[in-house]
């Protein structure tokens, strides 16, 4: 069936249920940025593939409404449809709302699944939609309806993150929450996001690609807590341990009935922003709205994960030195494609201790397709990599003490004059953010023009944010905390000492180049009372062809020649000579 036949088929289902508008996000029940394959309605749609973006159905016409990460992969992905592309310039704001209000006629109805989209957004179409009387039908999955080989729910089997690992019992981590639950005088917390859950309960699991999270939801109440999950993902010592630690299971299934239940005296806390809108409208008890407790817990790494997260880079780094080695050998013999260079990273961290996957799918992007930001190649389309010109290369690892996130930009040959100087300006970008020392209570938004700001100057710019904070074996996006621009949720939250944060700033010519630079940094108390500062975690060395000296200040040089020492001390001891040999020379002061 192609996608025309599927817009179709839908726009019957939505005449028979006196819908005039289909709203299909990209989100799950869970409100994860990627989902499991039987919730991946908006890609079964229309064929966009990318994570972040809604697909809107009316009678006349269907769109998708992404951000500037994906306008150019979206416009090929969508090409032979009918579908058409609405840009969107600011990724948090509703765009597609405010065209339905502008199209359609007072008294429509707007539908979508409710469990699909999270109270907050809910409440804010229907404040949209006020001004012309138009009508919200959150009942109906209509997609449901028509995709017939729907992917069932996962069946995958969880397994416990050891304490080796993780550093606090699940039971210490219900009592952190369980802290801050009474301090907030509530009687319950539901959590439905996928990572927290894995966190408090030191649980994986497989259900959905590169997040080693499982379908489930939680319950903390002031004392006892609560994991709502299929059975079947459980064996008997998983289970022993979960119940070890005074942790009560009840079916995934459980969930609704167990909502409704709830005394009507008693207080429940709920993330509106998470907690989707028809479990929301489940609960019977008085609801709270607030933030997920665990995600500022789950932000703030400890000392243990800490340590083993510094493990894990030197791990990484010994990988990608393979890989690059191997690429820089090849291509001089035969091209390689894009696809091939993915899998041979991938390949190169499973080599590594505690490995368990890809923190996401690689962005292997040569030259033109280095501008798509979040490209991904595919075995039967990617280009050849010839021993000439630029790619950038964007990859993580998902360890068992840590989740790995870097991105370079190198150069096969001589490079232009234009592609230095704009490299060396997101390389200044990047220092200047790595060195940065700030007061206690500085948020994202306020650091994140560092980054930017030798770009500015040029008249050039990134229309991404600088960075998001990143899990512990968990997922590689992840909340609160990030530096970027705008009023959104990560550029208001307070960089805290533990929080890990990507810095990758970065600059896109269309159809010619795309240049990113990414480390992970571990924010730290400075030596100064009342500062923070920036711990560099990622270990790999950065392409010194590309870069102009004479661009860069005293204070830019010195962290650069200082971090290729570290580099080489640190990665050098795991690699053979050969080996040690390349990554040398990449490590040599400029």
């Known amino acids: 069936m192609d996608i025309n036949e599927k817009i179709g088929l839908l726009r019957a289902k939505m005449k028979a249920n006196g819908v005039d508008a289909y709203i299909i996000p990209s989100s799950d029940p869970h409100n994860s940025e990627y989902v499991a394959d039987c919730w991946k309605s908006r890609e079964w749609l229309s064929g966009f593939t990318g994570s972040a ?54 008294g429509s109805v707007i539908g979508f699944d409710g469990y699909c989209l999270p109270k907050s957004s809910v409440s804010n179409i229907k404040k949209m939609c006020l001004s012309k009387e138009i009508k919200i039908n959150a009942d109906d999955d209509l997609i449901k309806e028509i995709w017939t080989d729907r992917p069932q729910k996962p069946l995958n089997p969880i397994f416990i993150h050891d304490l080796h690992f993780a550093g606090l019992t699940s039971n210490e981590k219900v009592k952190q929450v369980q802290s801050e639950l009474k301090k907030q005088h509530c009687d319950y917390h539901l959590i439905t996001t996928l990572d927290d859950l894995a966190w408090i309960f030191n649980i994986r699991g497989q259900d959905v690609e590169c997040n080693p999270v499982a379908i489930c939801y939680g319950v903390i109440q002031t004392e006892k807590a609560i994991l709502f999950i299929n059975p079947d993902k459980i064996n008997a010592s998983t289970k022993s341990h979960l119940e070890s630690q005074g942790i009560d299971l009840k079916n995934y299934a459980d969930i609704l009935p167990y909502l409704n239940s709830l005394k009507e005296d008693k207080t429940m806390l709920i993330d509106p922003n998470n907690c989707n809108y028809y479990l929301y409208r489940a609960i019977n008890a008085i609801k709270v709205e607030g933030p997920t407790i665990s995600r500022s817990l789950k932000a703030r790494k400890n000392k243990i994960e800490i340590n083993h997260i510094r493990s894990a880079m030197e791990k990484d780094g010994r990988a990608l030195t393979k890989a690059f080695m191997w690429l820089e050998k090849t291509i001089k013999e035969r091209s390689v494609t894009e696809f091939e260079l993915s899998e041979k990273l991938a390949s190169s961290r499973a080599t590594q201790d505690h490995y368990k996957g890809e923190s996401f799918p690689a962005i292997v992007g040569y030259k033109g397709n280095g501008a798509i930001i979040h490209y991904r190649p595919m075995e039967n389309t990617s280009h050849d990599i010839l021993n000439d010109g630029m790619l950038l290369c964007d990859s993580g690892g998902q360890y068992l003490d840590g989740t790995t996130d870097i991105t370079r930009t190198i150069s096969f040959s001589t490079p232009s004059d234009e592609e230095q100087t704009n490299f060396t300006l997101v390389l200044k970008g990047m220092i200047d953010l790595t060195i940065a020392k700030f007061p206690v209570g500085t948020t994202g938004g306020q650091l994140d023009i560092l980054a930017r700001q030798h770009l500015w100057n040029h008249g050039l710019n990134y229309l991404h944010g600088t960075g998001h904070g990143v899990g512990f074996f968990l997922n590689v996006h992840e909340a609160p905390q990030g530096f970027a621009p705008g009023n959104s949720a990560r550029s ?42 920036h711990e560099t975690l990622t270990l790999f060395p ?9 661009m860069l200040s005293t204070e830019q040089i010195t962290w650069l020649n200082s971090y290729h020492r570290d580099v080489f001390d640190r990665l050098s001891s795991g690699l053979d000579e050969e080996e040690k040999t390349w990554l040398k020379d990449k490590c040599t002061s400029i």
């Open 53 to 106: 973006g809604v697909a809107v159905v009316t009678h006349d016409h269907a769109g998708i409404w992404t951000d500037s990460r994906y306008f150019l992969q979206a416009e090929k992905e969508i090409e032979d449809s009918s579908f058409e592309l609405h840009e969107v310039y600011n990724q948090f704001a509703p765009m597609h709302v405010q065209w339905l209000i502008e199209n359609l006629k007072e």
């Open 492 to 533: 208001k939250t307070i960089h805290e000492p533990g929080m890990i944060t990507s810095n990758e700033p970065g600059y896109y010519k269309e159809g010619k180049y795309g240049i990113r630079l990414e480390n992970l940094i571990l924010t730290i108390e400075s030596t100064d009372p009342g500062f923070l500062e």
């Open 542 to 550: 950065i392409d010194k062809k590309l870069i102009k000296k004479e």
